[in-house]
């Protein structure tokens, strides 16, 4: 069963460095969402991807956070610099998008971030 | 703009007895309801999804739930909790026109034996 990829897992970090997170869609999902979910909360939209382009990154904190999905497959989440309320879990998920008849995301399992 | 209430951050339950988790959504228009399941340091897992047919949706692993549009509510349910069952579950709303899922604040199931 196709599945949706991230890595690493876990990551631990300090503040004010770098980290960066990969997500690989299930093949030929077109929409790909990248969610912050903080402890004891539900998750938030950072950013959408409709293929490589961004459709939605309201929710994203520019000033730090960066997404990018060049090719339209897979995508890398960055933070820089890390911030202690970044500690987070970060969740990818993808979708057919617009040809499905209605919005079935696929979550990957995540990678939680530690920012100590 | 649309939005998801769950009622109650933590259910407890016995073994075998009835789950019932609340949900309740705004929506200016008739909205796509789904159900997630979370297990301690993974992803979501679709539990079920109304898409405006039949009002009373089967899932996954003995859920259902059963859209009241003049409720507003989309409440889950089992009849027989399983140990298995214990984990954080989601209600998340989406409109038909935009495809964005949004989360309620989630309830944690406890089952105890």
């Known amino acids: 069963e196709a599945e949706v990829a991230q890595s690493p897992r876990y990551k631990i970090t300090e503040k004010s460095q770098a980290v960066a997170f990969w997500c690989d869609p299930i093949?030929?999902?077109?929409?790909l969402y990248w969610y912050r979910q903080i402890l004891g909360q539900g998750p938030e939209l950072l950013v959408q991807f409709q293929d490589e382009s961004v459709v939605d990154d309201s929710q994203l904190p520019k000033d730090r956070f960066s997404a990018e999905r060049l090719k339209g497959v897979d995508s890398t989440l960055k933070i820089q610099p890390a911030e202690l309320g970044d500690s987070a879990m970060y969740l990818c998920?993808?979708?057919?998008?617009?040809?499905?008849?209605?919005?079935?995301?696929?979550f990957g399992p995540g990678t939680r971030l530690t920012v100590l | 703009a649309q939005s998801v209430t769950q009622l109650g951050s933590h259910v407890s339950v016995s073994e075998g007895a009835l789950v019932l988790l609340r949900c309740n959504y705004s929506s200016s228009v008739p909205p796509y309801l789904f159900w997630y399941v979370q297990y301690p340091n993974q992803g979501l897992q679709l539990l079920l999804k109304?898409?405006?047919?039949?009002?009373l949706v089967k899932g996954i692993n003995g859920f259902e739930a059963e859209f009241k549009k003049s409720e507003t509510s989309f409440h889950l349910t089992k009849p027989s909790a399983h140990m298995s069952d214990a984990a954080e579950y989601f209600c998340a709303v989406s409109l038909s026109n935009d495809y964005k899922l949004s989360f309620g604040a989630g309830t944690t199931v406890t089952v105890r034996a």
């Open positions: 109304y898409t405006s047919a039949a009002t």
């Open positions: 998920a993808s979708s057919l998008g617009a040809e499905s008849s209605y919005n079935e995301q696929f």
């Open positions: 093949s030929g999902h077109a929409t």
